[in-house]
Structure formats: structure tokens, C-alpha cells
């Protein structure tokens, strides 16, 4: 068993749909990444949480801490939004990385 | 730009040739990352700098692989005697943190690695 899993591992959306991607880890941790990773292009971090929720822009991450669990969501979900959404577990100083969810918004 | 910088973005090469995949790091981040992105695989770890140091090397795949960090800065990834599996993007990355903690890390462009 994967110690960061991530469902779901493919998702396709319309545009404006609200979009939830879940990611749940089995080591302990002090933080949280979740990553963005367009085809052909570099990683791009979106957030590191440790506890509660953080905002930016359309983007909103959580993390439940006791139950080892976190979400990124996104709203008013784009086109331009597609990519592959990855969550890193940091038990420092390395990240255990999901495998991902490919992430299609269509028009 | 201020980023991390990888060079080659994309090395061919042939199966036991060895190959230096280079990483220069944002400056003055004392912490510095090496990944692996195989095709059709998740991103994995490899080895962990802190300042010159390698503290963490336990993702490296087998003694063919060999990193080295000069000046707390450039880092050098070394493979030698390529294998067909080798091939993956290696990806480094860079962060502030002096204890390799809880610090944003930021990502190259990575480097394409194909062996033939």
C-alpha cells in the first residue's frame, strides 16, 4: 500500500464545475504539499499546510491533521486548470508523492 | 530568472555511457532536492542536500547513481553505466529551510532522460 494515496486518478469536469481531489497518507508528517504539474512543464507547488485551510484565488486546501487526510478543491473550475494535481506527504526533510490525479476541464 | 535551473532540459544517450545531470539552485537555499519521474510512475525520491552534506541518500537506486553538491550550491547527478530504466525525468529542487523542514520547495524544469 502506497503511504500517500490519492483518488480520484483521473477526473473530467465542464467548465464552472466545482472539483474536489482527495489525498490520504499513512506516515506521519509535518506539513503537506500539493503540487501542480501541467503536460511538458516544471512542479509547481501550489500550498504547504500543516493544519486548517489556505486560500489562493480559486484554489482551497485542507488538511485534517487526526484523521491524515486532505482535499484541494477548486471552484469555478477553467480549462486552463487542467493539469495533474500531485499531494506530497513531508515527514522532513523529503516528500512521499502521490501518483497523481489528471485532472480535464473542458469548455 | 531567480528559479532553480536544471541543464540538459533533455539528454539522449546509450545504454553504459555515463551521464551529469546538473541543478543550480535558487540562491542562498541551503536545502536541495534530487527526484525521479518515471514514465507512467509517480515522482520518487533520491538524495537530500543540506548545504554541501547528504544527510538522506536512501532514495538513490543502486550505487550506479551518485550526487555531489559544491560551494552550497550547483549539484551534480551522476549515473553511470545507463540502464534502459533509467530513463525518467530528474527533477531537482530547492528550499530555505536549514533543517529541510517546513519550507515551500520549489521545482526545475527537470531534465529528460532517455536511454537507449
Known amino acids: 500500500k502506497n503511504e500517500v494515496e490519492q483518488s480520484p486518478q483521473n477526473l473530467t469536469a465542464q467548465e464552472g464545475e466545482f472539483i474536489t481531489i482527495n489525498c490520504s497518507y499513512s506516515?506521519?508528517?509535518?506539513?503537506l504539499h500539493w503540487l501542480q504539474q501541467h503536460p511538458g512543464g516544471g512542479i509547481v507547488s501550489l500550498f504547504m499546510l500543516s493544519s486548517g485551510k489556505k486560500k489562493h484565488g480559486r484554489l482551497i486546501a485542507t488538511i485534517n491533521i487526526q484523521e491524515k487526510h486532505s482535499s484541494l478543491h477548486i471552484t469555478a473550475s477553467h480549462p486552463r486548470d487542467s493539469a495533474v494535481y500531485i499531494c506530497?506527504?513531508?515527514?522532513?526533510?523529503?516528500?512521499?508523492f502521490g501518483t497523481g490525479t489528471r485532472l480535464q476541464v473542458f469548455p | 530568472g531567480a528559479g532553480v535551473s536544471q541543464s540538459p532540459s533533455n539528454k539522449v544517450t546509450e545504454k553504459g555511457k555515463d551521464v551529469e545531470l546538473r541543478c543550480d539552485p535558487i540562491?542562498?537555499?541551503?536545502?536541495l532536492y534530487w527526484y525521479r519521474q518515471s514514465l507512467g510512475q509517480g515522482l520518487e525520491f533520491l538524495i537530500y542536500?543540506?548545504?554541501?552534506?547528504?544527510?538522506?541518500k536512501s532514495g538513490l537506486p543502486s550505487d550506479r547513481f551518485s550526487a555531489e553538491r559544491t560551494g552550497g550550491s550547483v549539484s551534480t547527478l551522476t549515473i553511470q553505466r545507463t540502464q534502459q530504466e533509467d530513463s525518467a525525468v530528474y527533477l531537482c529542487?530547492?528550499?530555505?529551510?536549514?533543517?529541510?523542514?517546513?519550507?515551500?520547495?520549489?521545482f526545475g524544469p527537470g531534465t529528460r532522460l532517455l536511454v537507449l
Open positions: 540562491s542562498g537555499h541551503t536545502a
Open positions: 529542487a530547492s528550499s530555505s529551510s536549514l533543517t529541510g523542514g517546513l519550507k515551500t520547495q520549489y
Open positions: 506530497a506527504a513531508l515527514p522532513p526533510p523529503k516528500l512521499i
Open positions: 542536500f543540506q548545504g554541501n552534506s547528504a544527510p538522506d
Open positions: 506516515v506521519g508528517i509535518s506539513a
